[in-house]
């Protein structure tokens, strides 16, 4: 009768092929020999009504013989139940690799998941690179209510409280989401670690921006835009046409960064003298009525884009132009006048109603979501309609550029 004790294994000698010796007092465990020496510790038999299984528990000496057998003796018990002791590792195995996702793993889920724009994903990118990059590799279940609430001070302390508040926002989402994955049974996440700083009432104090350019102020801009090519030392100012061209076509449309780069020449209705902007924030087309400026504006960009399916072409990529922040850094510094893209949308909403045009009228010429409810919903604003109000504005910064305008066009009829 053979029992496998460690004076047995002792005395075991390797052979030309695999040796199996068995354990007649526990039916079912066995060592394997290798031909180099090499001895394993196994377990042998057959799911009750499955198939027949040998399953590897461990190398001697580093698995004590004790420890073998009660292994042993546990695969052989889970066998006679029916459980297939491969298969349930193999289980356990795909349950725990599932509940170790990565920060990152859900991150980048979440992205495909979600039916994000494309500035809105850029964005909700970087913040992620530039906030969580301290959490990325972690297992999400292991990030705590602490470690969020601590790297949020971090934050802005070092960023400032937009990045913080950014932080906030996007990383709640990404959590919330997370809570949503089960996996056998177990939530991946139990709770949202960001509700840690609404329990505390942390708030941050951010300030809306409401800053636009004056009457002298865009007198200055388009001085520079009727002379930029003469403009005091042309060839360091660094300003191109186009650059400027688009700087003016959103400050007399109040169109949003994004919607001027995407806009085609195919979206441009000379005929009618409209253009359209697709992809917008609220997701619906933006029919825009053409100014005598927007027109000549776009004239100009033909002679530039030449080829180009784009009213403003990248030159090195065939598609639009993507980012033209350092064009209005060089315009900002060569006029000496502070302000951003979207101060040049509030400069045309505020200019617009100091020339007399009604509030809903500028709101749906910046195509603003209508908050009236059913009804407006059947209300559809003609282009004609909102025409006087983007004419206004051109005529409005014309006369702040040029105040007797109107005078040398009588002058001229006479």
């Known amino acids: 009768m053979v029992k496998i004790t460690e004076k047995y294994l002792e005395k075991i000698k390797p052979g030309t092929k695999d040796q199996y010796h068995r354990d007649d007092t526990l039916k079912g465990f066995a060592v394997k020999v290798t031909p180099t020496g090499r001895i394993s510790f196994i377990a042998e038999g057959r799911v009750r009504k499955g198939r027949s299984r040998r399953i590897t528990l461990g190398r001697h000496p580093f698995l004590a013989m004790k420890e073998a057998r009660e292994l042993a003796m546990n695969n052989l018990n889970e066998m006679q139940k029916g459980i297939d002791p491969v298969l349930k590792e193999r ?49 999400i279940r292991s990030i705590s209510r602490q470690e969020i609430l601590e790297l949020y001070f971090k934050i802005q302390s070092e960023r400032g409280d937009s990045t913080a508040a950014k932080f ?8 919330k989401f997370a809570m949503a994955d089960e996996v056998d049974g177990e939530r991946l996440i139990k709770e949202n670690p960001f509700n840690i700083i609404t329990e ?4 941050i104090p951010l300030k ?15 001085t520079f835009y009727m002379n930029f090519e003469n403009w005091p030392s042309p060839s360091k100012h660094g300003v191109t046409k186009q650059g400027i061209n688009y700087v ?6 109040g169109l949003r960064k994004s919607e001027a780069l995407r806009l085609k020449w195919n979206h441009v209705d000379w005929t009618n ?21 927007t027109e000549w504006i776009l004239n100009e960009q033909q002679k530039i884009s030449l080829d180009s399916p784009y009213v403003f072409p ?17 315009i900002r510094r060569a006029t000496k006048l502070n302000f951003t893209f979207h101060d040049l949308r509030r400069t045309f909403a505020t200019h617009a109603e100091a020339l007399g045009q009604s509030h809903e009228l500028i709101r749906k010429a910046l195509n603003h979501k209508s908050g009236g409810g059913i009804t407006s919903q059947y209300i559809i604003t003609q282009v004609e309609t909102l025409r006087p109000v983007f004419q206004s504005v051109a005529e409005g910064y014309r006369t702040y550029y040029d105040p007797d305008w109107r005078y040398d066009l009588i002058d001229e009829g006479d």
């Open 91 to 139: 289980e356990e195995r795909g349950k725990q690799k599932a509940l170790s996702k990565t920060l990152n793993d859900i991150f980048h889920e979440y992205l495909s998941l979600k039916a994000l724009k494309p500035n809105t994903k850029y964005d909700y990118v970087n913040t992620f690179l530039l906030t969580f990059s301290e959490l990325g590799k972690r297992p």
């Open 168 to 175: 906030k926002r996007i990383g709640s989402a990404i959590f």
């Open 200 to 203: 505390k009432g942390i708030k």
């Open 208 to 222: 809306k921006r409401a800053t636009f350019l004056t009457n002298t102020d865009i007198s200055k801009l388009i």
């Open 248 to 253: 003016i076509l959103l400050m007399t449309t």
């Open 273 to 293: 003298k409209t253009f359209t902007a697709f992809e917008t924030k609220n997701s619906s087309n933006h029919i825009v009525p053409m100014s005598t400026t």
């Open 314 to 330: 990248s030159q090195k990529t065939g598609m639009h132009m993507t980012e033209p922040k350092s064009q209005l850094f060089k």
